[in-house]
């Protein structure tokens, strides 16, 4: 566990570096990630004690991005007079969204599903 | 405000404890009512924390200071994301060509549905630029936006605010748009709604969570691509 921790602290710092380094548009921590998974893949699979610490941590992921969901409150003012259609945006363009990428995702892997049985 | 009350909220630690302790009984009392979206524990806790600030007179800035050790952990489980997707690699390849055009739709959809409404009532040109980016992970998104025109401050609160929607009410959605499958669900999360969307897929499978993940970090890139063509469409 606490080697995964160290690997994983260790793969964050190094992703941001690379990230500010190469002056590219992808967060640190997603750098982190693919090479993290890359060192799975080289080891022919996922690490007990990661596996162990990440199924710890998963279920309570939202956690992590409460002090954010507060900072909307607090910047709510930044929204100013354009409120309601940003408000009506958002929500209108993440919900056309998630049912036409769900819908669409879910057509085309049952295509598949069934083109390999045909 | 007297001296002892200050010693406990001006500790560095104490937002840190206040989100925790609204975090577990938001919790509660999610599970408490059978889990529904609007009482999803994200929102309960934003309420509880909100109220907390104003009874205690403490600024956000100080507030969000105190909450860094969630912020700086976050990056770490963001590199382990890599585990749910090294477990679920055999589904994520089987099922390549079809999340490909998936992302590729919802990506356009994402963009062009954020950008209709305000381009239909001329809405300011910087408004425009924080609405573009809304369904990419917040650094990306502020990227973006600042390079046409769009506000951090502003960026940040519209893409937060697509992630909050997309993880509440995203599952009642793909429920009454008949999505039953757990890869296609965790995709439309992460490509609607970023880390905030992965977060809730987590709590629906490791499926959904895998390919949430994927979602969000393929969008990611790929609206870094699509806004500037998108905006240029548009002017």
Redesign the interface.
């Known amino acids: 566990m606490i080697k995964t921790v160290v690997i994983a602290v260790a793969l964050a710092i190094l992703g941001d570096a690379i990230v500010e380094m190469l002056d590219i548009p992808v967060p640190g921590a997603a750098i982190g990630m693919m090479l993290l998974a890359t060192i799975f893949a080289a080891r022919g699979g996922v690490d007990a004690g990661a596996a162990s610490l990440f199924d710890a941590a998963a279920p309570h992921f939202p956690l992590f991005f409460i002090p954010a969901a507060v900072g909307v409150v607090a910047s709510a003012e930044l929204l100013s007079h354009a409120w309601l259609y940003v408000a009506v945006a958002i929500v209108a363009s993440t919900a056309a969204t998630i049912a036409i990428t769900g819908m669409l995702a879910q057509r085309l892997l049952n295509l598949l599903a069934k083109a390999k049985t045909a | 405000m007297t001296p002892s009350i200050s010693l406990i909220q001006d500790h560095p630690l104490f ?1 840190l404890l206040v ?2 302790l ?2 577990a009984a938001a919790m509660r009392i999610w599970r408490r009512f059978g889990m529904p979206a609007l009482f ?4 309960v ?2 309420a509880l ?2 109220l907390t ?1 104003f009874a205690t007179d403490l600024s ?1 800035e100080a ?2 200071a105190q ?1 860094s050790l ?2 700086e ?15 679920q ?1 055999h589904l994520i390849v ?2 390549g ?3 490909a ?2 992302l590729l ?2 990506s356009v ?2 963009i062009m ?2 950008l ?3 381009y239909a ?1 001329g ?2 040109d910087h ?1 425009i630029a924080a ?1 573009a980016p ?2 990419a ?4 998104a502020v ?2 936006a600042e390079k046409l025109g769009g ?1 951090a ?2 960026t ?3 893409v ?8 509440i ?2 599952p009642t ?2 429920a ?6 757990d ?3 965790g ?3 992460g ?3 970023h ?2 969307g ?3 897929a ?2 629906i499978s ?1 499926v959904a ?1 895998a390919f949430a ?1 994927l ?1 969000m ?1 393929l969008n ?2 790929l609206t ?1 691509a699509l806004v500037p063509i998108a905006i240029a469409l548009m002017r």
């Open positions: 937002g989100t925790v609204a975090y999803h524990p994200v929102l806790a934003t924390i909100a600030l956000y507030y969000f909450t969630l912020n952990a976050l990056a770490v489980v963001i590199v382990l994301l890599a585990v749910p997707l090294s477990r690699m089987e099922a060509h079809p999340m055009l998936t739709a919802g959809v994402a549905t954020a209709a409404l305000p009532f809405a300011e408004l609405l809304k369904s992970t917040a650094a990306v990227g973006i506000p401050g502003l940040a609160v519209v937060i605010s697509t992630g909050i929607f997309g993880g009410f995203g959605i793909l009454a748009a008949g999505v039953e499958d890869r296609a669900k995709f439309a999360l490509v609607a709604s880390a905030i992965t977060a809730r987590f709590q490791d969570g993940s979602g970090i990611a890139l870094t």
